[in-house]
């Protein structure tokens, strides 16, 4: 497919984390590769930002992971500069009262955890946990593959034949579990609400569902069967998110990408309805026979001027795509380490849920549905300065993933807004650590609107579009855009808005780059 | 069309004539609009129609504006035809399809200046061409209901085009004359038919349009005529009708509903680019069902059609002939199973009744 009077195979728009690893693994796999970003800076959502003088955190993502151990074989990072601070983060629910519950993928010591709360709920754990692992592994080599298209789902049902059993079906129970909510799921295996609060938190987290809608339990399998191929589970780089994407920058470029920043694009080429690169903002034309994007499917498709070679229905579909995001981040610089009641400072480096239960989680949704946020907002956070010095000489950060925080207000406007939000995180947070509300010394508050705008991606959806099964696989991000590939010859997409999602994990970049590869040889 | 019914039904810019002349205040419903179903009586509305001409009311159409610099490659995305071959006045008879290459609609597309066009249809699709316009630099508008639309058919048509001062060159084939016939602004085009005539203009006008139109018929004994001897001529005409003859493919109810451009006669440029070509590209075209027309002594009933007791396909309409005395159809029959001259049994009011295939329509 090269041609010489190209300088490059392939062009990836956007130089965020799927950007790259997409741009790289094909540049091992010998391609001239050019990306191009709009920004002075590579990253999108994965940059390490200045909050105030001597603080910095992470803008956006503040976990990396779960990384499949071949790509990250693969991509070398290590080589290229990647420390990482901690891995295997452990996942803590935490309770207002210091009664707090670590779930650490060990079987016996969670059950230990849960002993505490519930002789029932710790003999139930396992039973729980198995029921999980059963589903993650029929669903894992959907939720990793490249899905399949309509007429595999004809065939072979929603799953396209990917979601299967040793015996070649998916097992009645694990579809009657996928099926549920996680809700309905928790209530018939636990009873200590703090638990359930948590496991639910972390299956809706980023989706616009509340717990209790029927298929909320899929997206929990999900995180499982992603979690999967790894080795070392959420990972904080040292030097924040923004680490991670400067040492893939270098692998791309030691792979032999060319990063060209400040380079935005204003509208693909098509030459007799294939696309044949892109024009710069600037003007430049830049060609090649593939391109692929790493932006939002919406942008890409019907912003760059490929809308007018796509076929009406899939226009529509695309259309309804549903991108609106419902997570806000607020990143806070801190003059000390807080104390949290009933937890060693040595587990602070840990991921801490803040949901006292499934209640607690419909309520903030209830408010989300009304276009408001909850006076109790549920969410997760990480101190990443208890293991990462680099981030804070002697003080803290502190980053949160607020969740069920709508794009759009029902009334009023964000600008007043935010003072709001923050004063409930606050809220929430002195439940915890009471001190900590005294303890902030600058704090930043990105909503939806703002993370639109920073990761450039249309609705400022955390998962780059709603996780729902209507969302999901081959409707993912619409009927016939599920592969990776667009209705447009030589025209791909590799970012969050395909399957499976976001969340840092490379799996849509990888499938990209092996659909690029396997569609220049059937051309 | 369908049976007129107790929910609200909107009246077109004629209902004022349309209900001064319908006698037998027998209404139906087409797509929303409430037109005459007959005026006098069928028999005599048939036969205005067969001997003399003929006056109705078509506003009950879908018009759809599409303006902007993009207008001309829209509508050549959308439907099969290239438009931006078409010079000002000009129009084309042509159909859309689906992304799967199955055909959606059907209808004419005139073009006004450069960067206007209209499309006119019967079938009611306004927000698939209204969604589909994303990315392209027009303007879509529904303007259904804001034209009067009047027919005129019949074998004294030319004549009465002349007696009433429209004789510029829209009455001739494919053209769509703008005619300064003051006070009104009239678009002339020829009908599916190839017969007659539509006249268009803007719902104003509509009254004044059809009146001078009435007067100048007076000496040719011009009738008004309703949907019902319409749908007569049509079937008798062998002209397929989207909604009754063949399903658009976002009503079709299973695969066997679905039809190809090629079904209906029409053969696109596959190397052109259009909505659904790729698909339509993969499509076999050999053995697929054919429309035939068929007649019969006595009047055939929608259903199945059987030969030697296997059925061989389906009776989409029939009509009954006043003026020839016959019973008239349209119908898919299986493609071994067309073979003109031959008898098939159809369904009868009671029983069965033995129907001729005359010939394939599109062959």
Same mark, same amino acid.
């Given at each position: %497919?090269?041609?010489?009077?190209?300088?490059?195979?392939?062009?990836?728009?956007?130089?965020?984390?799927?950007?790259?690893?997409?741009?790289?693994?094909?540049?091992?796999?010998?391609?001239?590769?050019?990306?191009?970003?709009?920004?002075?800076?590579?990253?999108?959502?994965?940059?390490?930002?200045?909050?105030?003088?001597?603080?910095?955190?992470?803008?956006?993502?503040?976990?990396?992971?779960?990384?499949?151990?071949?790509?990250?074989?693969?991509?070398?990072?290590?080589?290229?500069?990647?420390?990482?601070?901690?891995?295997?983060?452990?996942?803590?629910?935490?309770?207002?009262?210091?009664?707090?519950?670590?779930?650490?993928?060990?079987?016996?010591?969670? @059950?230990?955890?849960?002993?505490?709360?519930?002789?029932?709920?710790?003999?139930?754990?396992?039973?729980?946990?198995?029921?999980?692992?059963?589903?993650?592994?029929?669903?894992?080599?959907?939720?990793?593959?490249?899905?399949?298209?309509?007429?595999?789902?004809?065939?072979?049902?929603?799953?396209?034949?990917?979601?299967?059993?040793?015996?070649?079906?998916?097992?009645?129970?694990?579809?009657?579990?996928?099926?549920?909510?996680?809700?309905?799921?928790?209530?018939?295996?636990?009873?200590?609400?703090?638990?359930?609060?948590?496991?639910?938190?972390?299956?809706?987290?980023?989706?616009?569902?509340?717990?209790?809608?029927?298929?909320? @339990?899929?997206?929990?399998?999900?995180?499982? @069967?992603?979690?999967?191929?790894?080795?070392?589970?959420?990972?904080?780089?040292?030097?924040?998110?923004?680490?991670?994407?400067?040492?893939?920058?270098?692998?791309?470029?030691?792979?032999?990408?060319?990063?060209?920043?400040?380079?935005?694009?204003?509208?693909?080429?098509?030459?007799?309805?294939?696309?044949?690169?892109?024009?710069?903002?600037?003007?430049?034309?830049?060609?090649?026979?593939?391109?692929?994007?790493?932006?939002?499917?919406?942008?890409?498709?019907?912003?760059?001027?490929?809308?007018?070679?796509?076929?009406?229905?899939?226009?529509?579909?695309?259309?309804?795509?549903?991108?609106?995001?419902?997570?806000?981040?607020?990143?806070?610089?801190?003059?000390?380490?807080?104390?949290?009641?009933?937890?060693?400072?040595?587990?602070?480096?840990?991921?801490?849920?803040?949901?006292?239960?499934?209640?607690?989680?419909?309520?903030?949704?209830?408010?989300?549905?009304?276009?408001?946020?909850?006076?109790?907002?549920? %969410?997760?956070?990480?101190?990443?300065?208890?293991?990462?010095?680099?981030?804070?000489?002697?003080?803290?950060?502190?980053?949160?993933?607020?969740?069920?925080?709508?794009?759009?207000?029902?009334?009023?406007?964000?600008?007043?807004?935010?003072?709001?939000? %923050?004063?409930?995180?606050?809220?929430?947070?002195?439940?915890?650590?009471?001190?900590?509300?005294?303890?902030?010394?600058?704090?930043?508050?990105?909503?939806?609107?703002?993370?639109?705008? %920073?990761?450039?991606?249309?609705?400022?959806?955390?998962?780059?579009?709603?996780?729902?099964?209507?969302?999901?696989?081959?409707?993912?991000?619409?009927?016939?855009?599920?592969?990776?590939?667009?209705?447009?010859?030589?025209?791909?997409?590799?970012?969050?808005?395909?399957?499976?999602?976001?969340?840092?994990?490379?799996?849509?970049?990888?499938? @990209?780059?092996?659909?690029?590869?396997?569609?220049?040889?059937?051309? | 069309?369908?049976?007129?019914?107790?929910?609200?039904?909107?009246?077109?810019?004629?209902?004022?004539?349309?209900?001064?002349?319908?006698?037998?205040?027998?209404?139906?419903?087409? *797509?929303?609009?409430?037109?005459?179903?007959?005026?006098?009586?069928?028999?005599?509305?048939?036969?205005?129609?067969?001997?003399?001409?003929?006056?109705?009311?078509?506003?009950?159409?879908?018009?759809?504006?599409?303006?902007?610099?993009?207008?001309?490659?829209?509508?050549?995305?959308?439907?099969?035809?290239?438009?931006?071959?078409?010079?000002?006045?000009?129009?084309?008879?042509?159909?859309?399809?689906?992304?799967?290459?199955?055909?959606?609609?059907?209808?004419?597309?005139?073009?006004?200046?450069?960067?206007?066009?209209?499309?006119?249809?019967?079938?009611?699709?306004?927000?698939?061409?209204?969604?589909?316009?994303?990315?392209?630099?027009?303007?879509?508008?529904?303007?259904?209901?804001?034209?009067?639309?009047?027919?005129?058919?019949?074998?004294?048509?030319?004549?009465?085009?002349?007696?009433?001062?429209?004789?510029?060159?829209?009455?001739?084939?494919?053209?769509?004359?703008?005619?300064?016939?003051?006070?009104?602004?009239?678009?002339?085009?020829?009908?599916?038919?190839?017969?007659?005539?539509?006249?268009?203009?803007?719902?104003?006008?509509?009254?004044?349009?059809?009146?001078?139109?009435?007067?100048?018929?007076?000496?040719?004994?011009?009738?008004?005529?309703?949907?019902?001897?319409?749908?007569?001529?049509?079937? *008798?005409?062998?002209?397929?009708?989207?909604?009754?003859?063949?399903?658009?493919?976002?009503?079709?109810?299973?695969?066997?509903?679905?039809?190809?451009?090629?079904?209906?006669?029409?053969?696109?440029?596959?190397?052109?680019?259009?909505?659904?070509?790729?698909?339509?590209?993969?499509?076999?075209?050999?053995?697929?069902?054919?429309?035939?027309?068929?007649?019969?002594? *006595?009047?055939?009933?929608?259903?199945?059609?059987?030969?030697?007791?296997?059925?061989?396909?389906?009776?989409?309409?029939?009509?009954?002939?006043?003026?020839?005395?016959?019973?008239?159809?349209?119908?898919?029959?299986?493609?071994?199973?067309?073979?003109?001259?031959?008898?098939?049994?159809?369904?009868?009011?009671?029983?069965?009744?033995?129907?001729?295939?005359?010939?394939?329509?599109?062959?």
């Amino acid at each position: %497919m090269r041609s010489a009077s190209q300088a490059s195979d392939v062009i990836v728009i956007g130089a965020g984390v799927n950007g790259l690893i997409c741009a790289t693994l094909l540049a091992q796999a010998r391609r001239r590769v050019t990306v191009v970003e709009a920004e002075a800076h590579a990253g999108g959502a994965c940059k390490t930002i200045e909050l105030v003088a001597g603080h910095r955190v992470s803008g956006l993502a503040h976990l990396i992971g779960p990384l499949d151990a071949q790509l990250m074989k693969s991509l070398r990072l290590h080589r290229f500069g990647l420390t990482l601070s901690a891995k295997n983060i452990s996942t803590i629910a935490m309770s207002p009262d210091g009664r707090h519950i670590t779930l650490d993928g060990d079987l016996r010591h969670t @059950a230990q955890a849960l002993a505490v709360h519930s002789q029932a709920d710790a003999k139930a754990w396992s039973h729980y946990d198995g029921r999980l692992r059963k589903a993650a592994q029929q669903i894992e080599r959907w939720v990793q593959g490249v899905p399949g298209g309509a007429a595999e789902q004809a065939k072979a049902g929603l799953f396209g034949g990917r979601a299967t059993s040793k015996n070649g079906a998916l097992d009645a129970e694990v579809a009657s579990f996928i099926d549920a909510s996680i809700a309905e799921v928790l209530d018939a295996e636990f009873e200590t609400p703090l638990l359930k609060g948590a496991l639910a938190f972390d299956a809706v987290l980023g989706s616009a569902l509340p717990p209790r809608a029927r298929g909320t @339990a899929l997206l929990a399998a999900m995180r499982r @069967a992603i979690n999967a191929d790894t080795t070392e589970g959420y990972v904080h780089p040292q030097g924040g998110a923004g680490a991670f994407t400067s040492a893939l920058l270098k692998a791309a470029e030691g792979a032999g990408v060319r990063v060209k920043l400040n380079a935005r694009v204003r509208h693909l080429l098509f030459d007799n309805g294939r696309v044949a690169g892109v024009e710069l903002q600037t003007g430049e034309a830049m060609h090649a026979a593939t391109v692929v994007s790493s932006l939002d499917p919406k942008t890409t498709l019907l912003q760059f001027g490929a809308s007018r070679h796509l076929p009406l229905a899939m226009k529509r579909r695309l259309n309804g795509f549903r991108v609106e995001g419902c997570t806000a981040k607020v990143n806070l610089a801190l003059a000390g380490l807080p104390s949290f009641k009933g937890i060693d400072k040595r587990l602070l480096k840990e991921r801490l849920i803040l949901c006292t239960g499934i209640d607690q989680l419909e309520r903030s949704f209830a408010a989300y549905e009304q276009g408001s946020f909850s006076p109790d907002p549920v %969410m997760e956070i990480t101190i990443p300065s208890t293991h990462d010095t680099t981030l804070s000489a002697g003080q803290h950060v502190l980053s949160a993933h607020v969740f069920y925080v709508p794009k759009n207000l029902a009334s009023g406007s964000w600008d007043k807004a935010k003072a709001n939000l %923050m004063s409930c995180v606050g809220g929430v947070l002195r439940q915890y650590a009471p001190e900590l509300p005294d303890m902030i010394l600058a704090a930043d508050v990105f909503v939806p609107r703002d993370i639109e705008a %920073m990761a450039g991606t249309v609705g400022g959806h955390w998962h780059g579009g709603d996780l729902s099964l209507d969302q999901l696989g081959l409707m993912r991000p619409a009927v016939g855009l599920s592969r990776y590939e667009t209705p447009v010859p030589g025209l791909f997409l590799c970012g969050a808005g395909t399957h499976p999602a976001g969340g840092i994990t490379g799996i849509n970049a990888r499938n @990209a780059a092996s659909v690029v590869l396997a569609a220049e040889v059937r051309a | 069309m369908s049976d007129f019914s107790s929910r609200a039904s909107l009246a077109t810019p004629l209902h004022a004539r349309t209900a001064e002349l319908c006698a037998t205040n027998h209404w139906t419903e087409e *797509e929303g609009f409430t037109v005459p179903a007959v005026y006098s009586s069928l028999r005599e509305e048939q036969e205005a129609l067969v001997t003399r001409v003929g006056m109705s009311d078509l506003s009950a159409r879908q018009c759809w504006l599409v303006e902007g610099p993009d207008a001309g490659i829209y509508l050549s995305w959308l439907s099969i035809t290239d438009v931006t071959r078409l010079e000002a006045g000009q129009t084309a008879r042509t159909l859309w399809c689906d992304d799967a290459g199955f055909v959606r609609g059907e209808g004419v597309i005139v073009r006004f200046a450069a960067a206007s066009f209209e499309v006119r249809t019967a079938v009611r699709d306004f927000a698939w061409i209204a969604d589909g316009a994303r990315g392209f630099d027009v303007k879509v508008t529904n303007g259904t209901g804001t034209r009067a639309a009047i027919g005129v058919r019949g074998p004294l048509t030319a004549a009465l085009a002349a007696a009433s001062g429209l004789t510029g060159d829209g009455t001739g084939g494919g053209q769509s004359a703008r005619a300064a016939w003051r006070p009104a602004q009239v678009a002339l085009m020829r009908d599916a038919s190839g017969d007659g005539l539509e006249l268009w203009t803007g719902a104003d006008d509509g009254i004044v349009v059809w009146d001078r139109l009435w007067k100048a018929g007076a000496g040719l004994g011009v009738a008004a005529v309703g949907a019902e001897a319409l749908e007569a001529l049509r079937v *008798e005409s062998a002209i397929a009708r989207a909604g009754v003859d063949w399903l658009p493919a976002q009503l079709a109810r299973g695969s066997s509903d679905l039809r190809l451009p090629g079904d209906l006669g029409v053969g696109p440029d596959l190397t052109r680019r259009f909505n659904g070509v790729t698909a339509l590209t993969g499509h076999q075209q050999a053995g697929r069902p054919v429309l035939v027309h068929l007649s019969a002594d *006595e009047p055939i009933g929608v259903g199945a059609v059987t030969v030697r007791n296997a059925t061989v396909g389906t009776i989409t309409s029939s009509c009954w002939s006043e003026g020839r005395g016959a019973a008239f159809a349209l119908g898919w029959l299986e493609a071994d199973a067309v073979k003109p001259g031959i008898k098939v049994t159809a369904l009868a009011k009671s029983g069965t009744v033995q129907a001729e295939i005359v010939r394939a329509v599109f062959s």
